[in-house]
């Protein structure tokens, strides 16, 4: 069955169900759900893990419409790989800002931060604002947003290992002085899931590189930005990494993700930081495809979206999934 939302209240079916494909196999672009237009977005990517495969667009998934349509913009540069992008607003017009990345074969990663319109469909790179953390090697680790802030914890020094430190990053700040480097993680973070509840960002599961080998972890922790504090909180029940944390009616979902068998998975976990406790595909029940390194996002209550990533065999796939919550 084919998911079709209304975009001016709820949602039908209720559950999981088979959106339309995007227009290209698709990994490790950034899904972003854009709230002054009620779409998702995919950020850049790129279609296989050749040379020359970097995907310099944005794709715009239209609940309205049920279908996807490639943007006419093109990003700045081929370092469209595990970018961290969220939603942030300056003077009341809101963005999607995109903070580094890497080329497809590449071992060297961009401080590069650019700024997606959605409404004009133009994309801006600040000069002057690079981000601190790449060091010209490391890319971003888990992300999220907290009072129009962006947040980027950890990263992966690219074949050397994870790394520690916590970035936070004002769209309003003057230029220069966008960045401020807080607190360290407890431990080396990447591709970690990671999202924020009532002023607190939490991170459950992330990845590790480990004997040249990237693997799966059970690291969940918090991080208070007000305090600049660590936090402990129950470890996720199961090791994965390479997907995202979503906010979804006060509970944090880990979607799928991980590379290291069983993996990657389908199992959506939800923490509840009210009792501090794990669930397993409740109340949001398991996709349909296991997979990692793919676009997703929700719209906090409602909707989730997740399409493309790399399937259980490794190969790039475009197949999209819809969460409903009824309505």
Not at 81 to 104: D, E, K, Q, W
Not at 204 to 227: H, I, K, M, Y
Not at 297 to 312: C, E, F, K, Q, V
């Amino acid at each position: 069955m084919t998911g079709v939302v209304n975009v001016a209240g709820g949602c039908a079916p209720t559950g999981w169900s088979a959106g339309p494909n995007l227009p290209t196999v698709l990994v490790r672009s950034v899904g972003v759900y854009f709230p002054a237009d009620g779409n998702f977005y995919s950020m850049g990517g790129r279609t296989s893990d050749l040379v020359g495969s970097d995907f310099q667009h944005v794709l715009r998934y239209s609940p309205a419409s049920n279908s996807w349509t490639q943007m006419g913009v093109t990003l700045p540069d081929n370092f469209m790989n595990n970018m961290a992008c969220g939603v942030l607003a300056v003077s009341g017009t809101p963005s999607i800002y995109c903070v580094g990345g890497s080329f497809a074969t590449g071992t060297t990663a961009t401080p590069r931060v650019f700024a997606y319109n959605p409404v004009t469909d133009t994309s801006t790179t600040l000069t002057g604002d690079d981000w601190p953390g790449a060091m010209g090697t490391i890319l971003p680790g888990g992300f999220t947003v907290f009072n129009n802030k962006l947040y980027i914890l950890g990263g992966f020094n690219i074949s050397v290992g994870s790394t520690n430190q916590i970035w936070q990053f004002d769209p309003t700040a003057a230029v220069g002085a966008k960045w401020l480097q807080r607190t360290n993680t407890p431990v080396g973070i990447m591709y970690a899931p990671t999202c924020t509840i009532n002023g607190i960002i939490y991170v459950g599961g992330a990845s590790d590189f480990q004997g040249g080998l990237v693997v799966d972890t059970t690291n969940s922790f918090s991080f208070n930005p007000v305090a600049n504090s660590i936090g402990m909180i129950a470890a996720i029940p199961r090791a994965t990494g390479e997907t995202r944390g979503l906010t979804f009616n006060g509970k944090m979902l880990v979607m799928g993700g991980g590379r290291v068998a069983p993996n990657p998975s389908n199992e959506v976990d939800a923490y509840d930081p009210g009792t501090n406790m794990w669930t397993v595909n409740t109340p949001v029940p398991a996709f349909v495809t296991g997979r990692r390194n793919f676009p997703t996002d929700a719209d906090g209550t409602t909707r989730i979206w997740l399409a493309g990533g790399y399937d259980s065999t490794g190969v790039p796939i475009n197949s999209m999934e819809i969460f409903c919550n009824g309505g």
